[in-house]
């Protein structure tokens, strides 16, 4: 079993920063990417960004140079700072992940429940 937990959601003002986190946890063998996507109340869920193992990042357009995705490999942890907020940021942030279980040959996908993240002054 596999599972992904999330933190570091909440209320900013506009400008402001937050931090999200997530670590996964279970029978892991080895971690393909782990990312964020995000979804408006209303809209389609979009990527934020993803990071893969070896570092190499994605950003959408929208966050490019706002925001930055990181991760610790060792705690199988994404990290997700987030700066110069807009309320158009506003949205829940579910983290992603693909990954291989111990004992299994193929690879799948994982999201976390989501945390919410509101930009408003």
């Known amino acids: 079993q596999v599972q992904l937990v999330e933190s570091g959601g909440g209320l900013v003002q506009p400008g402001g920063s937050l931090r999200l986190s997530c670590t996964a946890s279970?029978?892991?063998?080895?971690?393909?990417?782990m990312g964020w996507d995000r979804q408006a109340l209303g809209k389609r869920r979009e990527l934020v960004a993803t990071?893969?193992?070896?570092?190499?990042?994605n950003y959408a357009d929208s966050v490019r140079g706002r925001f930055t995705i990181s991760r610790d490999n060792g705690k199988n942890t994404v990290y997700l700072e987030m700066n110069g907020l807009k309320p158009e940021d506003t949205a829940v942030y579910y983290c992603?992940?693909?990954?291989?279980?111990?004992?299994?040959?193929?690879?799948?996908?994982?999201w976390g429940q989501g945390t919410q993240v509101t930009v408003s002054s």
């Open positions: 992603n992940t693909r990954l291989r279980r111990t004992g299994w040959a193929h690879w799948s996908d994982y």
């Open positions: 279970g029978t892991i063998s080895s971690i393909n990417y």
């Open positions: 990071i893969t193992s070896g570092g190499l990042t």
